[in-house]
Each structure stands twice: as C-alpha cells, then as structure tokens.
C-alpha cells in the first residue's frame, strides 16, 4: 500500500491510536522543549501535520502566532479541520510548499520526514520559506542502513541528516535523541542576512 493511501485510510482513527501517547506526544513534547530555546516565533509551519495534534498545542502556547499545516493526505486535514485547528490547512507537500518566501519562523516536522519522496526538496523548501534566523526543528526516525534489511522504511542516519541540513543551508544547533538513540531531533537555524 502506498504511503498515500495508507494515511488516507488512517486518518479517521488517526487520534486514537495508541501511537498518540505511546511516541507521538513523546516526540511533540521534545519539539515543544527545542522550541523553548529560541525566540517565540510570529509565525509556525508543521511539515506532515496529520491531525493537527502539534497545532493545537502550539496554539495555546502562542496564541498570536500565525499557523499554517501542511500535509499530503487530504484526510489527516479534514480531521485537522474537523478538530478545530487553528490556523490555515492545506492539502500540499513537504517538496512544494504553499507558502512564500522567508515568511516563518519556526518549522516543525515530526514523524514524517522518512515519508517524504524527495527530502532533500523537502529541506530546500523549508529553508526557502523561514526568515533568516528561523528555526526547523525535524523529529523522525534516523535509521541505521543496517536496519532497512530489517524493514525499516529507508530515511537518512543521523549523519546524512546534519549533512543535509548544512548543504541547504541550516547550522545545526541542537542534536537530540528522543526515546530511542534512532528517533533524533535535529534543530538547524537557517542564518541571520548580514
Ligand atoms: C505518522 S504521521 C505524523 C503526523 C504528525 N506530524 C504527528 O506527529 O502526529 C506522518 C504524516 O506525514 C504525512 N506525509 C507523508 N509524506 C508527506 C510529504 N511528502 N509531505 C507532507 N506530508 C507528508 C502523512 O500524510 C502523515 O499525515
């Protein structure tokens, strides 16, 4: 089943998954704790947002800021929809997002990034969107090679991540293992204009 049609199908049951408390709000947590270390952002992006879980949590934490979800399956953003997330949802990809230029703060990506077809657009794209000196902060598997023998779905180890980071022009601030040492968040800053 593709990547696609499974989301699809998992929408509707998406937020009562056991999945919710056993890792997603785990992972949220963590995202919310390196978000704490930078500038309360004006204006927030979550890249693969499902249900619009980490939306809601940021709302109330900044209710001032601008809100803008992504995700590939319409689905996940009807139910975002649906549970009154704020801010504006669209149907769209990581690769081609819907947004202008240098228009967020603070990017967010949980749980998605090894979905991605083409990650290294994705990165491009998220990059393009963030003002200079804003924050992405990804949080997703970083699987060893070794494990994809195993069936893990192929993403990028922890060394390939940074390396990504760095080529589209984020210095990694922060590098942090959430619950395994193989569910990493990375927080790259894209740099100030001079
Ligand atoms: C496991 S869910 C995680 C959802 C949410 N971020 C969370 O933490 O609960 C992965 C999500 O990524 C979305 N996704 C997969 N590929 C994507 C892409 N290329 N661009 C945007 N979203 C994508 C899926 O539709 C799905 O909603």
Redesign the pocket.
């Known amino acids: 089943m593709s ?2 049609t499974r ?1 699809e199908r998992w ?1 509707s049951s ?1 937020e009562r998954s056991l999945l ?1 408390s056993l890792l ?1 709000d785990r ?2 947590r963590a995202v919310f704790a390196s978000a704490g270390r930078v500038e309360p952002p004006g204006a927030i992006l ?6 619009g ?2 939306l809601r949590e940021a709302h109330l934490r900044w209710p001032e800021a601008d809100i803008v979800g ?4 319409a689905g ?1 953003i009807e139910q975002a929809r649906g549970l009154a997330t704020a801010g504006r949802l669209v149907v ?4 081609e997002l819907p947004l202008p230029s240098e228009s967020v703060d603070l990017a967010v ?4 990034f090894h ?3 083409d990650k290294a657009a ?1 990165i491009r794209e998220i990059v393009r969107v963030l003002r200079p000196g804003g924050n992405f902060i990804l949080a997703d598997h970083a699987t060893p090679h070794w494990l994809f023998l195993l069936g893990a779905t192929p993403t990028l180890n922890a060394e390939e991540r940074r390396s990504a980071f760095t080529s589209s022009g984020l210095t990694v601030m922060e590098e942090t293992p959430v619950l395994s040492r193989y569910i990493l968040l990375t927080r790259g800053q894209k740099a100030t204009a001079i």
């Not at 979550?46 to 249900?51: F, S």
């Not at 992504?70 to 399956?73: C, M, R």
């Not at 769209?92 to 690769?95: G, I, K, L, P, R």
């Open positions: 990547g696609e989301f929408s998406y919710q997603f992972v949220h979550d890249v693969g947002c499902g249900t879980r980490l992504v995700d590939a399956a996940m769209a990809t990581a690769e990506s949980t749980m998605s979905h991605w077809t994705g």
